[in-house]
């Protein structure tokens, strides 16, 4: 007689095989080329105000008049989003390499509340993650128009977009650059 007793919970060949799906599914869906870029003046926004229900690495709530003046990163991401998390070590050192130089750095992830120990954690994992992010950040990954994670947004002095993309080749260059136009022009970091 076979065995008829429901099989409960999934297998170790189970998991595996799903997070191996993850993977590959990860890789297919993460943009090639064209995936960052300067933007043109017509294709700019606005930094808009940071809205999240919580803040960590921060005394508090992050505003647009404090960001004024300076040039801004914001990075979308998730926990749950592979690439991001291939990303942030990078990202880390970029913070490492800018942040002295008066560019700052803002995560903003859709995790709530109830998620905030797991981004807490991840964020306790990964060395040199020490800037500001407002999670449940819903209202402002909305007007920024957050459709993939990682989307990364480089705002100039002047609050509007000048760069963006999906992953941070290319994002080297436009920092050198509008460091040294701020440089040229007198501005101060």
Known sequence: MP???????????ETYALAGLAVVAAILLW????GGGPLAPNERIALPPLMAQ?????DGPISKEHLAGKIVVVDCWATWCVPC??????????????????VEFIGLTSETEAEREVVE?????????????????????DMLGIEV??????????????WRGNHLDGITDILDQTLATMSVG???N
């Open 3 to 13: 065995n008829t007793k429901p099989r409960q919970g999934v297998s170790r060949g």
């Open 31 to 34: 943009p090639k080329g064209g």
């Open 54 to 58: 919580g803040w960590l690495n921060s």
């Open 85 to 102: 998390r291939i990303a942030m070590p990078r990202l880390a050192k970029l913070y490492a390499q800018y942040q002295p130089m008066g």
């Open 121 to 141: 954690g991840y964020i306790s994992s990964v060395e040199g993650f020490d800037w500001p992010v407002g999670y449940g950040a819903f209202p402002t990954l």
């Open 149 to 162: 994670f990682p989307t990364i947004y480089v705002f100039g002095p002047d609050g509007s977009s000048i």
């Open 186 to 188: 007198g501005a101060s």
